[in-house]
Nanobody, 124 residues
Framework: QVQLVESGRGLVQAGDSLTLSCAAS????????MGWFRQAPGKEREFVAA????????RYADSVKDRFTISRDNAKNTVYLQMNSLKPEDTAVYYC?????????????????WGQGTQVTVSS
């Protein structure tokens, strides 16, 4: 069973950049669609970005498009989320997630593996 471990939590200022990593242990991620969701206090978990198993397809939430980039290195069993031009509204716990299949859904229920989450705080 693949387990996902996020890293890269941080407290940054608006306009800064931050990269989150998600490493898979106890298995390989090469056959999984990988994604990132986030959840701010009092809000529902929302889709951020996802990438197909081969990296050929990506999907982004409108709120992060052109600022965030998702990528993966299957040889290292790791997926990344490069976040640029961060805004206070990006503050949330960020969760790495995975699912089998080629489709890239944007709802949490479609993903069956989740990491513990990592906190990102953006101050104004």
């Amino acid at each position: 069973q693949v387990q996902l471990v996020e890293s890269g939590r941080g407290l940054v200022q608006a306009g800064d950049s931050l990269t989150l990593s998600c490493a898979a242990s106890e298995g390989a991620i090469s056959s999984y669609t990988m994604g990132w969701f986030r959840q701010a206090p009092g809000k529902e978990r929302e889709f951020v970005a996802a990438i197909s198993w081969g990296g050929g397809s990506t999907r982004y939430a409108d709120s992060v498009k052109d600022r965030f980039t998702i990528s993966r290195d299957n040889a290292k069993n790791t997926v990344y989320l490069q976040m640029n031009s961060l805004k206070p509204e990006d503050t949330a716990v960020y969760y790495c997630t995975a699912r089998t299949g080629a489709f890239i859904p944007v709802v949490p229920i479609a993903y069956n593996l989740w990491g513990q989450g990592t906190q990102v705080t953006v101050s104004s």
